[in-house]
């Protein structure tokens, strides 16, 4: 029985929802004001923030480099509207994807060797990557110590992460008690590597990689970190009923004294819901865009663009409702 309301607990963890099927009017982005592109790139785990399946990255190799990764069942086309909107003010953009069942520091690992094949292929001066939900762990992780190849050329580091829940995903708490794998008689751990893959072990509270979340490295800046109170937040409502919460990680959840002790951190208190914080494809991600412009990661618009700006924004989600505000 508790084995059965662990199986069905676990299907809700990271904030997964039913995967988008790649539509390929999704596949190019506006190029906006971006400078323009002197490499061609093919790098594994990276590519343009699309569901094209060509991933090729067309990048100016002396302007800074943001790289943007998704938390679980997303995809690289989850950030393509965040995209467009650095793309309207000149910065460029990565997605790095990664298959979200395997352990989360071999993710790690990928995202650090692929972020360090982008410097050694550029001389980007600066590069930023966001990671959000179960794609916040994998980000910072991979900016800490790991077994890995540094880079000739360093860019300076800037780490921003959203929703992350870097103490632990509490519907997985079951799968944290080590006792209980004797009583089940292995059933315990084959649940919960039947529902979430090789990362369980990883997004316990007990784990090693929630109780040791390492030290970030020297070359990192500054790392913005962003919790969301999501409380009370709808995804999907109709006349006036929630039919879908987006309420995916408590506010404890999110919260490691760990990972905030570090001098660089910062930490910004959002009152927003789990995927109303990044957007989607209708729903723009006002209070991210304002969060990360007052904090210097996305350029902000001169007063004489702000119209352009909105007319932007209502175009890539396809909302009216932002050419009215």
């Known amino acids: 029985m508790k084995c059965t309301a662990l199986f069905y607990s676990l299907l ?11 539509n390929p009017a999704y596949y190019h982005m506006d190029q906006g004001n971006l400078p323009k592109p002197d490499v061609a790139l093919n790098i ?14 067309h990048l100016n190799s002396h302007e800074p480099v943001t790289v943007l990764t998704h938390g679980c069942f997303g995809s ?18 990565a997605c790095f994807t990664y298959d979200d069942r395997a352990a989360l520091t071999q993710s790690a690992i990928e995202m650090r060797n692929a972020v360090n094949q982008l410097a050694e292929q550029t001389q980007i001066p ?3 990557v966001i990671g959000h ?19 000739k050329h360093q860019p300076e580091l800037r780490l921003v992460t959203i929703s992350g829940p870097f103490d632990g995903i509490a519907s997985a708490k079951t799968c944290g008690k080590t006792w209980l794998s004797w009583v089940s008689v292995g059933l315990l751990p084959l649940s919960c590597y039947v529902v979430t ?18 030290v970030l490295i020297p070359e990192v800046g500054s790392y913005l970190k962003i919790d969301t109170d999501e409380t009370g937040t709808c995804r999907r409502e109709q006349d006036g009923r929630c039919l879908e919460s987006d309420y995916v990680f408590s506010l404890s959840e999110q919260h490691n004294p760990l990972v905030e002790a570090d001098a660089r951190a910062s930490r910004v208190l959002v009152r927003a819901g789990h995927v109303e914080i990044v957007g989607d494809k209708r729903l723009a991600p ?25 007319q932007m924004l209502a175009r890539v989600y396809q909302d009216d409702t932002m050419l009215k505000q």
């Open 126 to 128: 600066q590069l930023t």
């Open 286 to 310: 006002t209070k991210l865009i304002a969060v990360l412009q007052q904090q210097g990661v996305i350029r902000p618009s001169a007063p004489e663009r702000l119209s352009a700006f909105k």
């Open 133 to 151: 939900s179960q794609g916040a762990l994998v980000a910072r992780k991979s900016f800490t110590e790991l077994p890995v190849q540094p880079p």
């Open 76 to 93: 690289s086309g989850q950030f393509r509207g965040l995209a467009q909107v650095l793309a309207f003010q000149g910065q460029q953009t």
């Open 197 to 214: 893959g090789a990362k369980w072990m990883d997004i316990t509270y007990s784990s090693r990689f929630i109780r040791e979340p390492g």
């Open 44 to 57: 594994p785990g990276l590519g343009p923030c699309t569901d094209s399946p060509d991933r090729t990255l």
């Open 12 to 22: 809700l963890l990271g904030g997964c929802a039913t995967r988008d099927v790649p």
